[in-house]
């Protein structure tokens, strides 16, 4: 999503500074601000990231976003947070702090035209479009406002985050490796399901970390996921993935 913002934003001429990375902590946050242009014309889309209680109330209240955007809340960090109750009241705390304020519960329907757009098909890429689409529009006169799949014609996925290329003897892969919580998972197998082949769909799933007495559980609930959907393999590497198959 902060990618997708900046991507349309500086296609729209802005002046765009972001969060390098997953520079998205009390130290990383700090780090970004330093290294941002200090210009008035500048807008600065900042990743905020949490794994305790506390993290986000404290890094929006240092921020005061004009615009602040919950992407998810999902139990991801449960470790840290011990439920998902004050993982949902954690990452609202940022609407506090804002002037405006965005959850994706609130943007339901993919944004005009994306599911024409090349991933369109990628689930995950139509909700974080859609969410950074809304967003923009606050930087857009009325008549002013374009096609944002247009925009978006040239937008490459992130590193690590559903990037799929094609390999040697016709196999695709795709490229989901940058982190792993429930949800993720989850929205990364059914990515892989939505891809129209006639070939093998295989599944290679490492471990979900930070999840504390709910590891267990968490991992069998991926194996039963899989199964329901009928891949065509699932590989396992990690000491918790060995639940999948429980």
């Given amino acids: 999503t902060k990618d997708l913002i900046s991507h349309i934003l500086s296609k729209k001429g802005y002046d765009v500074s972001k969060t390098q990375g997953n520079f998205n902590t009390s130290i990383g946050v700090p780090l970004s601000i330093f290294s941002f242009p200090h210009d008035a014309s500048q807008v600065y889309v900042l990743e905020l990231g949490a794994n305790r209680v506390g993290d986000i109330e404290y890094l929006s209240s240092m921020v005061k976003p004009d615009i602040g955007v919950i992407t998810n809340i999902s139990d991801a960090h449960l470790e840290g947070f011990g439920s998902i109750e004050n993982?949902?009241?954690?990452?609202k705390?940022?609407?506090?702090?804002?002037?405006?304020?965005?959850?994706?519960?609130d943007i339901i329907e993919?944004?005009?035209?994306?599911?024409n757009h090349p991933l369109g098909k990628n689930n995950v890429f139509l909700k974080n479009a859609s969410i950074a689409c809304k967003v923009c529009e606050d930087f857009?006169?009325?008549?002013?406002?374009v096609r944002f799949d247009e925009l978006l014609q040239d937008f490459t996925l992130p590193k690590g985050r559903g990037e799929a290329c094609l390999l040697s003897n016709n196999i695709t892969l795709?490229?989901?490796?940058?982190?792993?919580?429930?949800?993720?998972?989850k929205a990364a197998i059914d990515n892989l399901q939505s891809y129209q082949t006639e070939g093998k769909k295989i599944f290679v799933f490492g471990d979900m970390f930070e999840l504390g007495s709910?590891?267990?559980?968490q991992?069998?609930?991926?194996?039963?996921k899989c199964s329901e959907l009928g891949l065509d393999g699932v590989y396992t590497l990690g000491e918790h993935t060995k639940h999948t198959d429980s």
Avoid: C, Q, W
């Avoid at 991992?219 to 039963?224: A, F, M, Q």
């Fill in 93 to 105: 705390s940022i609407l506090t702090h804002s002037k405006k304020g965005y959850y994706n519960e």
């Fill in 174 to 185: 795709i490229d989901d490796a940058y982190n792993a919580n429930p949800e993720s998972v």
């Fill in 214 to 217: 709910t590891s267990i559980e």
């Fill in 110 to 115: 993919p944004f005009r035209g994306l599911v």
């Fill in 219 to 224: 991992h069998r609930r991926i194996g039963e």
């Fill in 140 to 145: 857009m006169l009325e008549e002013d406002l």
């Fill in 87 to 91: 993982i949902t009241k954690e990452k």
